[in-house]
Nanobody, 124 residues
Framework: QVRLVESGGGLVQAGGSLRLSCAASGRTSSTYAMAWFRQAPGKEREFVAV????????YYADSVEGRFTISRDNAKNTVYLQMISLKPEDTAVYYCAVRNGGSLQRSKDEYDYWGQGTQVTVSS
């Protein structure tokens, strides 16, 4: 089992920045892909960004490309999501996810473990 704990969410004005963190513990491995998803009220959980095990490859949703940056520190078993130029439509609960395979996937069905989520609210 892998346990994921997100932190760093909060309330920010439009145009502001936040940095989310997700710490993994348990049966962790540096060879897995880590991703961020988000879910707004009344909407499906959607893909935000994913990073491979070495950090050399990343993939972003079109809606966040150029504003969000995903990174990881395998020594700390932690993945980060730096968010800048935030918009009200970025408001959602943000979830960290891990998949045992190393390939980059954007479908939530490909992920094996999930965190409890952290709320991000962007005011206009």
């Amino acid at each position: 089992q892998v346990r994921l704990v997100e932190s760093g969410g909060g309330l920010v004005q439009a145009g502001g920045s936040l940095r989310l963190s997700c710490a993994a513990s348990g049966r962790t491995s540096s060879t897995y892909a880590m991703a961020w998803f988000r879910q707004a009220p009344g909407k499906e959980r959607e893909f935000v960004a994913v990073i491979n095990w070495s950090g050399s490859s990343t993939y972003y949703a079109d809606s966040v490309e150029g504003r969000f940056t995903i990174s990881r520190d395998n020594a700390k078993n932690t993945v980060y999501l730096q968010m800048i130029s935030l918009k009200p439509e970025d408001t959602a609960v943000y979830y960290c996810a891990v998949r045992n395979g190393g390939s980059l996937q954007r479908s939530k069905d490909e992920y094996d473990y999930w965190g409890q989520g952290t709320q991000v609210t962007v005011s206009s």
